[in-house]
């Protein structure tokens, strides 16, 4: 074999062996490289898996309102849902204040009721044991035993424990009717026994006639009632009128009940 034959050998392709391709002329401008791809488009802004604002994981790639925090995906603010519609928080809102307690700290606290509770079961006891014609109903110019006058003290202790007990139940009614809480308890019934000992001192009134003296007691007590009432837990007159129209049918209901047991337990 000759050295021509032996090159030609060693220079055939490999019929499974691409073709290089050929180099470009000389002075040939370069071909444009291919534009990259593009990154692939995220699907929208519901395609979050976790709230961006509180971290929480989100219902599904459809959500676009975070159930936790009440976030909004497209509007980017805190929504909040009142009476079934969606209303967006301004931001810096504040939130509305809860209503003021109706036995709130102020007005004398404890010392005024205090001073007005035992200022005026202290006069009455008095009345009761001086036997003030006013406090008991006798005849004129019959004698007050003693027994009377210690059976109506013992009837105005009951009267007014029984009085602030129903201004108790009527002031929990009354901060139910107006969306608000009754606040420090004992705070509130020191001042209902202030109110009903203090308008107690208006049986005091002595007329010859018992019914006028039982009217002129009765609308006397019922606007000091409400005066108090106004002064001392801070109420308005119509909310100071309705604290005593509770209060009274809560006395009335009370001494029905009882007349009730009495009746029942009575031997026939």
């Avoid at 009717?177 to 009134?205: N, P, S, W, Y």
């Amino acid at each position: 074999m000759s050295d021509e034959s032996k090159d030609n050998k060693h220079y055939e392709l490999d019929p499974h062996e691409e073709p290089e391709a050929a180099a470009p002329p000389p002075g040939t401008p370069a071909e444009p490289a291919p534009p990259a791809k593009p990154p692939p488009e995220p699907h929208s802004i519901k395609a979050l898996d976790i709230c961006p604002n509180c971290g929480s994981p989100l219902g599904g790639i459809d959500s676009v309102v975070c159930l936790r925090c009440g976030f909004d995906l497209k509007s980017l603010k805190v929504i909040k849902t009142e009476t079934g519609e969606a209303a967006v928080a301004e931001p810096g809102a504040e939130e509305p204040e809860p209503a003021e307690p109706l036995s709130a700290s102020g007005n004398g606290d404890l010392w005024l009721p205090g001073a007005m509770a035992i200022g005026g079961l202290g006069l009455l006891t008095v009345g009761f044991l001086w036997g003030s014609r006013g406090l008991i109903s006798v005849e004129t110019g019959e004698t007050i035993t003693l027994g009377a006058r210690l059976e109506g003290l013992v009837r105005m202790l009951v009267r007014t424990a029984v009085m602030t007990l129903a201004g108790l139940g009527g002031l929990h009614f009354l901060a139910h009717i107006l969306e608000t809480r009754v606040g420090d308890l004992k705070l509130a019934a020191a001042r209902m026994l202030g109110i009903v000992a203090a308008i107690g001192l208006l049986t005091f009134f002595n007329v010859n006639a018992e019914p006028l003296e039982w009217t002129i007691e009765a609308v006397t007590q019922a606007a000091a009632f409400v005066g108090l009432a106004m002064v001392i837990y801070r109420l308005s007159a119509r909310d100071a009128a309705t604290l005593l129209g509770i209060t009274v049918l809560a006395v009335i209901s009370l001494l029905l009940v009882s007349a009730l047991v009495i009746w029942a337990a009575r031997p026939s």
